[in-house]
């Protein structure tokens, strides 16, 4: 049975730091990510890693504040967030698949709160 488990979320305030874990297990995958949803907003793409390596993609919005990483040996996929601010509160998924833009396994999400 595939499970992706996120934990790590809570309340910052803004220009402080969380990290991020998706602890999955059932089976590896060739894709991670990073997706989020604000309230009253569509779900976002915010970071998305190659478990082989060579390959992350991050959205606009975060570029420079945040790092995806993964550590093969825990099948374990991480996300670094800095320098938050409000804009970045949201549920944050984990999600897991087989292409960079097909995820067919969601974990069940992890709230963060970053406070001005």
């Known amino acids: 049975q595939v499970q992706l488990v996120e934990s790590g979320g809570g309340l910052v305030q803004a220009g402080g730091s969380l990290r991020l874990s998706c602890a999955a297990s059932g089976r590896t995958f060739n894709y991670m990510a990073w997706f989020r949803q604000a309230p009253g907003k569509e779900r976002e793409s915010v970071a998305r890693?190659?478990?082989?390596?060579?390959?992350?993609y991050y959205a606009d919005s975060v570029k420079g504040r945040f790092t995806i990483s993964r550590d093969n040996a825990r099948n374990t996929m991480y996300l670094q967030m800095n320098d938050l601010s409000p804009e970045d509160t949201a549920v944050y998924y984990c999600?897991?698949?087989?292409?960079?833009?097909?995820?067919?396994?969601w974990g069940q999400g992890t709230q963060v709160t970053v406070s001005s």
């Open positions: 999600a897991a698949g087989a292409a960079s833009n097909t995820y067919g396994y």
């Open positions: 890693i190659r478990w082989s390596g060579g390959y992350t």
